[in-house]
C-alpha cells in the first residue's frame, strides 16, 4: 500500500492467503540481491556496461575488485 499499488478495498478484493502463499514460495526461490531491491526502490538506474565474452575475463576482474576469491 505504501508504494502506491491500490487502495485497501482493492487488495482485500485481489489478495487472499492462497495468493500470498504463492508469492511467498516465488520469492524463495527467485529473490534478487537486496542491493537491486534497494537500487529499484529508490530509483537508481547503474549505467549500461558491456557484455563480459570471456568468462575468465570477469573471473579475473572480480578477482581484481577483490569481490571473488
Known amino acids: 500500500m505504501a508504494a502506491g499499488c491500490g487502495d485497501w478495498d482493492r487488495l482485500e478484493a485481489t489478495w487472499d492467503l492462497n495468493r500470498y502463499a504463492a508469492l511467498r514460495r516465488h520469492w524463495r526461490e527467485v529473490v534478487p540481491p537486496a542491493h537491486l531491491s534497494l537500487a529499484a526502490l529508490i530509483g537508481f538506474k ?10 575468465e575475463d570477469l573471473a579475473r576482474e572480480l578477482r581484481a575488485l577483490g569481490v571473488m576469491v
Open 46 to 55: 547503474p549505467r549500461r556496461t558491456e557484455a563480459v565474452e570471456d568468462p
